[in-house]
Structure formats: structure tokens, C-alpha cells
């Protein structure tokens, strides 16, 4: 069995592979923006379980902040 190298003819450029593609660095971070917003959005959504718990943990955090606030004496 033979081992082949393939050439590749001097006519043919090749691609610097190293080269930032603007093209694909904007295609990249809308795909970015947009997954970050889904999961902001799904983590906000009171329809999904997740969501729902996240906004009853907010409520209780704020509930048990204000509730401190108010036992606690003002400082003068």
C-alpha cells in the first residue's frame, strides 16, 4: 500500500485559517445574543417550572429583606 500526498497547485490560495471573517464573527454573536436572550427570557417566564421557582425566590428575598428593614431600628 502506497502512500500518497496530495499538492495542491500553486493556483489555487488557500484560506488563512488565522484570519478573522467578519462575516462569521456577526453570524456568531447574534447566534450569542440570541440564546442569551432565550434563557433570560425562559429564566423570567413563569410558564416553565425553572421560571416559576426563580420568580418565588425573588418575591421571597424580597419579602424577607423588607421584612429585616423594618425589625430593624433606623440608625441615626
Do not use: C
Amino acid at each position: 500500500m502506497s502512500t500518497r500526498t496530495w499538492q495542491v497547485p500553486q493556483e489555487i490560495a488557500m484560506p488563512d485559517d488565522d484570519k478573522p471573517d467578519p462575516v462569521f464573527e456577526t453570524f456568531a454573536s447574534r447566534l450569542i445574543r440570541r440564546e442569551a436572550k432565550r434563557r433570560a427570557a425562559l429564566e423570567l417566564s413563569t410558564a416553565t417550572p425553572a421560571g416559576l421557582e426563580s420568580a418565588l425566590a425573588k418575591i421571597s428575598a424580597e419579602v424577607t429583606a423588607d421584612a429585616a428593614a423594618v425589625k430593624t431600628p433606623a440608625k441615626r
